[in-house]
T-cell receptor
Framework: GAVVSQHPSRVICKSGTSVKIECRSL??????MFWYRQFPKQSLMLMAT?????????EQGVEKDKFLINHASLTLSTLTVTSAHPEDSSFYIC???????????????FGAGTRLSVL | AQSVTQPDIHITVSEGASLELRCNYS??????LFWYVQSPGQGLQLLLK??????LVQGIKGFEAEFKRSQSSFNLRKPSVHWSDAAEYFC????????FGAGTILRVKS
């Protein structure tokens, strides 16, 4: 299957600093990438959807100025958590889909996630 | 609106026993359905998917799922569970976006 790499796997930062998380599709062109947030013992909540070369579409309640998403190429999307605070601590997961990733129907393939801890 | 319900938060089965994880969905059109598995601290791995055609779909690791339109269900099954199957399982529905159920944590006892 298609491979999505997410980096870093874990990051600890001080309150007020910014953190960048990278998501790469390694063996396919990801026309669309997704960013999710997962709280402990809860399901994944979609934060935003980004199409290559376009501005991201954010879900209701997600602050676009706090969670900056860039999808500048067909293999890379980044999520920057700006001025991070302890309440931003969470598990962030990206996924990617592209044309024909499975029999003509786009399927989302997920990265391994990033554990963000803000002190 | 689209939604996915996984009624069981936790399930414990003995190694070698059969497994069924329940998933019910609500969606006004033809659903595209998925099962993903997540190990602790990891991302999600696709187990299987249903788009159309045969309502019994086979996936990886010996899993299968059956789509029943009349019951709005897409239950995941495995005839004999292995200790390595212990993880959290998510059912998901793709409508205008991918929506996940709350997940079912599977524990396997030896």
């Amino acid at each position: 299957g298609a491979v999505v790499s997410q980096h870093p796997s874990r990051v600890i930062c001080k309150s007020g600093t910014s953190v960048k998380i990278e998501c790469r599709s390694l063996d396919f062109q990801a026309t669309t990438m997704f960013w999710y947030r997962q709280f402990p013992k809860q399901s994944l909540m979609l934060m935003a959807t980004s199409n290559e070369g376009s501005k991201a579409t954010y879900e209701q309640g997600v602050e676009k100025d706090k969670f900056l998403i860039n999808h500048a190429s067909l293999t890379l999307s980044t999520l920057t958590v700006t001025s991070a605070h302890p309440e931003d601590s969470s598990f962030y997961i990206c996924s990617a889909s592209g044309p024909g990733t499975s029999g003509g129907m786009d399927i989302q393939y997920f990265g391994a996630g990033t554990r963000l801890s803000v002190l | 609106a689209q939604s996915v319900t996984q009624p069981d938060i936790h399930i414990t089965v003995s190694e070698g026993a059969s497994l069924e994880l329940r998933c019910n969905y609500s969606y006004g059109a033809t659903p595209y359905l998925f099962w993903y598995v997540q190990s602790p601290g990891q991302g999600l791995q696709l187990l299987l998917k249903y788009f159309s055609g045969d309502t019994l779909v086979q996936g990886i690791k010996g899993f299968e799922a059956e789509f029943k339109r009349s019951q709005s269900s897409f239950n995941l099954r495995k005839p004999s569970v292995h200790w390595s199957d212990a993880a959290e399982y998510f059912c998901a529905l793709r409508g205008n976006k991918l929506v996940f159920g709350a997940g079912t944590i599977l524990r396997v006892k030896s």
